[in-house]
T-cell receptor, first 114, second 113 residues
Framework: AQSVTQPDIHITVSEGASLELRCNYS??????LFWYVQSPGQGLQLLLK??????LVQGIKGFEAEFKRSQSSFNLRKPSVHWSDAAEYFC????????????FGAGTRLAVHP | EAGVAQSPRYKIIEKRQSVAFWCNPI?????LYWYQQILGQGPKLLIQ????????DSQLPKDRFSAERLKGVDSTLKIQPAKLEDSAVYLC???????????FGQGTRLTVV
């Protein structure tokens, strides 16, 4: 079955350190890929998206993500984390080719130490 | 541009009661989604509409949950009767088309006691 996996449930980093959040998908074709962020009590905000073309995509708030077809991955990165980045991050996939469902991973909760 | 509007923001009901949530998507968006997000989990797709037709409702508990999108704009999600395990945040989202990015509302936090 098609799925989205975020292997890290919880990650803690120090402010100013670099960040990488992992996302893997299980799907035969190239899906459309997204990263969303959710702050406490808020809805989900889109950080970035990948549809096709350049495999390194830039998003808002200094985030970027790289699509690697060979690894079925779409990892989110940020060179220097700010305390305000503490939130929950969700990877999402649109399964196309007759399904067109937007499904989410379980999320990674990011904590930032001062 | 106005975002996705949801109401109410919070709702507390007793088990076996009924409840309804309302969603107004972004103007012109053809696709509308309802998700259930249980605390500590990722959003689970309940139902997806394209205009006023259902694209997917495979994870909608149809014995108690129902949803409609009359005229392809606003949507309501109903639970009748509610169970304790329905306590969650219900998120509505919309997108221009099925393969474009989805925009989310603030959600409705439901507590069933």
């Amino acid at each position: 079955a098609q799925s989205v996996t975020q292997p890290d449930i919880h990650i803690t980093v120090s402010e100013g350190a670099s960040l990488e959040l992992r996302c893997n998908y299980s799907y035969g074709a190239t899906p459309y890929l997204f990263w969303y962020v959710q702050s406490p009590g808020q809805g989900l905000q889109l950080l970035l998206k990948y549809f096709s073309g350049d495999t390194l995509v830039q998003g808002i708030k200094g985030f970027e993500a790289e699509f690697k077809r060979s690894q079925s991955s779409f990892n989110l990165r940020k060179p220097s984390v700010h305390w305000s980045d503490a939130a929950e991050y969700f990877c999402a996939v649109v399964l196309s080719g007759g399904y067109n469902k937007l499904i989410f991973g379980a999320g990674t909760r990011l904590a930032v130490h001062p | 541009e106005a975002g996705v509007a949801q109401s109410p923001r919070y709702k507390i009901i007793e088990k076996r009661q009924s409840v309804a949530f309302w969603c107004n998507p972004i103007s012109g968006h053809a696709t509308l989604y309802w998700y259930q997000q249980i605390l500590g989990q990722g959003p689970k797709l309940l139902i997806q509409f394209q205009n006023n037709g259902v694209v997917d409702d495979s994870q909608l508990p149809k014995d108690r949950f129902s949803a409609e999108r009359l005229k392809g704009v606003d949507s309501t999600l109903k639970i009748q009767p509610a169970k304790l395990e329905d306590s969650a945040v219900y998120l509505c989202a919309s997108s221009l088309q099925m393969n474009t990015e989805a925009f989310f509302g603030q959600g409705t936090r439901l507590t069933v006691v």
